[in-house]
Structure formats: structure tokens, C-alpha cells
């Protein structure tokens, strides 16, 4: 089982944002206590990951943090715990906080960098600058960590190609084992899409998208997933265990768990209503919303679906006679260089 922790705390909005957060920190206190009480709570089970999403994890004091660790030692079995990672932000990440982290048995950092330009972190609101991000991994480095990942955001429309490819250069440089490299979406009611912000042409898309395939591919990364790219042995087994359909709980308001076959339930978005212990919601899904769900996790992987229905074969012959998808070894995949119109292949596929 895969445990997910929601902690929705951020100093400052993103212009880009439209997970689930709140600036109230004066709730910390509540939210830290009712956390530990979920997680006492809860039925327990077997952990393979141990993933602190957010909202800004690195927000939670090394106490609290090391005290929701014990209540889930105390209530999980994790001696097959493989991975326990926390995102981050990099003003938080000290070097004194980095070696508490790490201390306190944390093996993987995610760092929100999105670019290496000030005036791109200016405009999105970011609380860091170049420099801090560059500081964030060196510190976590310094701190003994081997299993960094970061996220960096393009097909922003105020970035050059030149940005764009010094942010890929800065980041192959600061010799990391994974990199996580997302499109801006302008979601409704972000700051962005209040400041009418437009989305880049098609044409930028698939140009940005090309020059991060092959700065990473040529720099000893491989892509595993549209947005996820890693050094050999580093693709992160908690977003893997997603995509494969490992059951998940989630912990924390908004967060989403999934039993492995066919019941999602997922906590209110609203810490307010989450500390008042409103219930969740429930989705069951029906076998072909299931298995429409596979395929949509799976095509957006390097691995594919596993896959001998003629019937979804059959559909994806014009497809596969277009080179966007290949069918090796019993795998239907979509042609990772075409990874950018996937919603288009999978929808065709349909
Ligand atoms: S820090 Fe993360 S969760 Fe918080 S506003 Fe920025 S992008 Fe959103």
C-alpha cells in the first residue's frame, strides 16, 4: 500500500495553483493534531511509500513531522518501506533542515524550483529565487541525500526557448537522479487565468517539448512517464505505484485513496470542513470505468498496456499505421516524441 499525507499549508499562493491549499496557518496546530488522530485511526497495512504532498510540506516543523512519522511506525507495518519522500520548497530547505530531514529517515526530496529565471519566479509567485534554488539542492546534497527530484514548469508564455533551455541546462548540471517537467495549464480561477493569461501555440508546446526530450535524453536520463524523467534505478516507485494500480490512502484534506480494484473515496477539499470531520466521498467505479481508467494511466507511461483485446487493437490501427503508437511484446504504447497529444491518441482510441 502506497500512504499519502496532504499538508495544505502555503506562505504564498502560486500563480499557476489550482491544488488544494490554504494560507491559514493558524490552523497548523489543529490539522497537526487531527492528522495523528487519522492516522491512529486508520486500518493500518503494509507500506511500500510514504509520499508528504502538498499544499508545502516543508512548512511542518521537523517535530510534528517527525511525530506523524511515529504515529504511522506505530500503526503501519513499514518494514518494506521503500521510499519516503517530502516535496519542498527551496527557501525552506536549510542545510540544517535538510539534515533533519534526512535524519529522520526521509530518502527522497521533491523540490518545487519550476525555473531558474527571476523574473519567470517573479511572475508566478514563487517565494524563492535562482539562487536559493540552486542553495535547496546543494544544502539537500550536502545533507546526505541521493534521491533528488525537482520540478520545473515550461510552455510558459513570457519564456524564451532560450529560458527554457538554460532552466534544462542548470538543471542537468546540479546532477540530480530525476526531474519532473510539467506544461503551465491555465486552470479557471488561478491567478493566471484572473490575469487573462494565454496559453503558448501549439508550435511552442511541441518545440518546448522537444528540447526537454533531448537535453534530458542526451544528459543519461530516460522518460518513464509523460512528465518524469530519471537516472537508471531512480523512476519514483510512489507516482509508479499510482500508474500500476497499487491501492493508496490519503490522508488530509483533499486527499484521494483508491482500494486497488474498483472504490475511490476522497476527504473534502476544505481544511475547515476537513478538521470538523465532514465525510468523505465515495465513487464506485463500474468495470469499464475501471478498465478505461488502466488504459488512461498506462498509454501516459513508456511501458504501455499490456494488451491482446483485439478490439482495442483494432481501434488503434490507424493509429499505430500514423506512428503514433507502437505494439511490441504485447505492449500498446503511444510513441513517446507524440506524448504531448495524448489526450488526442487516447481519445481516437476510444
Ligand atoms: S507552493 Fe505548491 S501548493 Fe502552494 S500555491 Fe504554490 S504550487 Fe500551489
Redesign the pocket.
Known amino acids: 500500500m502506497l500512504l499519502y499525507i496532504h499538508i495544505?499549508?502555503?506562505?504564498?499562493?502560486?500563480s499557476?495553483?489550482?491544488?488544494?491549499?490554504t494560507t491559514c496557518l493558524d490552523l497548523y496546530p489543529k490539522f497537526i493534531e487531527k492528522i495523528k488522530n487519522d492516522i491512529t485511526q486508520s486500518e493500518g497495512g503494509s507500506l511500500k511509500t510514504l509520499y508528504f504532498g502538498?499544499?508545502?510540506p516543508s512548512t511542518l516543523s521537523i517535530d510534528d513531522l517527525s511525530e506523524i512519522i511515529l504515529s504511522i511506525n506505530r500503526r503501519f507495518d513499514t518494514g518494506n518501506l521503500k521510499e519516503i519522500t517530502i516535496?519542498c520548497?527551496p527557501d525552506d530547505l536549510t542545510l540544517q533542515y535538510c539534515k533533519s530531514l534526512y535524519n529522520i529517515g526521509i530518502n527522497r526530496l521533491s523540490i518545487?524550483i519550476?525555473s531558474f529565471c527571476d523574473d519567470h519566479l517573479k511572475t508566478?509567485?514563487?517565494?524563492h529565487n535562482a539562487d536559493q534554488a540552486i542553495s535547496a539542492v546543494m544544502n539537500a546534497k550536502d545533507a546526505g541525500f541521493r534521491n533528488i527530484t525537482i520540478d520545473l514548469i515550461y510552455g510558459l508564455p513570457f519564456m524564451t526557448e532560450s529560458q527554457w533551455q538554460f532552466n534544462l541546462d542548470t538543471a542537468i548540471k546540479l546532477d540530480i537522479q530525476h526531474i519532473s517537467a510539467y506544461h503551465l495549464t491555465i486552470e479557471k480561477g488561478t491567478l493566471f487565468d484572473r490575469m487573462n493569461i494565454k496559453p503558448v501555440s501549439e508550435d511552442v508546446s511541441e518545440r518546448h517539448y522537444k528540447m526537454l526530450r533531448e537535453s534530458l535524453l542526451s544528459n543519461g536520463f530516460s522518460q518513464y512517464e509523460i512528465s518524469n524523467f530519471c537516472k537508471a534505478g531512480y523512476s519514483a516507485i510512489h507516482n509508479s505505484g499510482y500508474w500500476d494500480g497499487v491501492p493508496y490512502l490519503g490522508l488530509g484534506p483533499s486527499a484521494h485513496s483508491f482500494d486497488g480494484k474498483n472504490k475511490r473515496w476522497w476527504e473534502p477539499s476544505s481544511l475547515t470542513k476537513w478538521l470538523n470531520g465532514e465525510r468523505c466521498e465515495i465513487e464506485i467505479l463500474s468495470s469499464e470505468q475501471r478498465a478505461e481508467e488502466i488504459i488512461m494511466t498506462s498509454l501516459r507511461t513508456t511501458k504501455g498496456l499490456k494488451t491482446s483485446d483485439e478490439k482495442i487493437l483494432n481501434s488503434a490501427r490507424n493509429l499505430l499505421s500514423q506512428g503514433l503508437m507502437e505494439y511490441t511484446n504485447g505492449y500498446l504504447k503511444i510513441r513517446p516524441e507524440h506524448f504531448l497529444i495524448s489526450d488526442y491518441i487516447i481519445c481516437e482510441l476510444f
Open positions: 495544505p499549508f502555503c506562505k504564498r499562493i502560486c499557476y495553483c489550482d491544488f488544494y491549499h502538498g499544499g508545502t516535496e520548497n518545487g519550476q508566478m509567485n514563487r517565494r
